[in-house]
């Protein structure tokens, strides 16, 4: 398996894990390092693997299952480093008035050994296409 492909199947793993509110899938999937970042959407950023599973820790203690799948994914490798940009569609249908939300994430991921782990996680508000502004009359 080349190494965009195996970046993939981390990625997707990530998903899974967060899909299922699974702590001890996650914590495998990170590298436990000082180095290790995240910012969740709202949330200031996380710096180091010990804040970062806190965080984790507490989401899946209050969330629960929830689908959560990336679309429009994309990839780029840099040596021992790799970046995946992508849509998180999360489905909310439980939660009334909502169906869909969509967030932009940028999964950075550090080679250790054989596998690669994710080192950070950037997620914020999808940002919706920007409406034409109205015409006003000329009354």
């Given at each position: 398996?080349?190494?965009?492909?195996?970046?993939?199947?981390?990625?997707?793993?990530?998903?899974?894990?967060?899909?299922?509110?699974?702590?001890?899938?996650?914590?495998?999937?990170?590298?436990?390092?000082?180095?290790?970042?995240?910012?969740?959407?709202?949330?200031?950023?996380?710096?180091?693997?010990?804040?970062?599973?806190?965080?984790?820790?507490?989401?899946?203690?209050?969330?629960?299952?929830?689908?959560?799948?990336?679309?429009?994914?994309?990839?780029?490798?840099?040596?021992?480093?790799?970046?995946?940009?992508?849509?998180?569609?999360?489905?909310?249908?439980?939660?009334?008035?909502?169906?869909?939300?969509?967030?932009r994430a940028v999964n950075v991921f550090r080679a250790v050994g054989a596998t690669w782990k994710?080192?950070?996680?950037?997620?914020?508000?999808?940002?919706?296409?920007?409406?034409?502004?109205?015409?006003?009359?000329?009354?």
């Open positions: 398996m080349d190494a965009t492909e195996a970046v993939c199947r981390v990625n997707d793993r990530f998903y899974i894990a967060l899909s299922l509110a699974d702590f001890a899938a996650m914590e495998r999937l990170w590298v436990n390092s000082a180095d290790a970042v995240c910012i969740h959407p709202g949330w200031p950023p996380l710096y180091g693997w010990e804040a970062i599973r806190e965080s984790w820790r507490e989401i899946f203690r209050h969330q629960g299952p929830l689908h959560i799948w990336a679309t429009e994914t994309r990839v780029r490798i840099f040596g021992q480093t790799a970046e995946v940009h992508c849509l998180e569609n999360i489905d909310t249908g439980q939660i009334a008035g909502f169906a869909l939300l969509q967030t994710i080192l950070e996680h950037h997620a914020a508000p999808a940002q919706t296409r920007p409406q034409r502004p109205a015409r006003f009359s000329s009354n």
